[in-house]
């Protein structure tokens, strides 16, 4: 009788944000980046550009923005989060946005206490990226295999 045994091992990431309310991390990138740059730049390294769905998350992210101006994932295509994230809640400039149909891309304004700019999207700033918390979890399984191999003339392995 001949024992096989097979080790088949996956990692995957779990999203601990489920479990935690307030577990996104900002990080503010100080290179200066087209609006799409960025979001590419955000996508490779962390998770996304930043999504604004509460007043508390638009004062995080004003707070991690170092005193200038930034992108944010806001960009027009009925205004929508570059994560895909839904959210009603909007904190425009009050002469803002003004439908200028070259600009499809927001920033945050520190002049404004954070709030809104529409822009164009390829003028240069620095950014803000989210990462949700993630953990690995390693999923080990071991499928041992009994196998019996008979040759032709009645012998065993």
Known sequence: MLFLCFLFCSLFYANSSKNKPNAERYVFINETKTWCEA???????HTDLASVRNET????VHDAGSGVNFWIGLFKDSWKWSDQSNSSFRCWNFTQPDNN?????AAASVKDQGQWHDIKCDEQY??????????LIYSILYQCVYVLI???????L
């Open 39 to 45: 979001q590419r730049y955000c996508r490779e390294h």
């Open 57 to 60: 998350e638009r004062w995080q």
């Open 101 to 105: 149909d070259l600009t499809k891309c």
């Open 126 to 135: 620095p950014f803000i990226c989210h990462e949700s918390e993630l953990y």
């Open 150 to 156: 008979t040759l032709k003339y009645g012998l065993s």
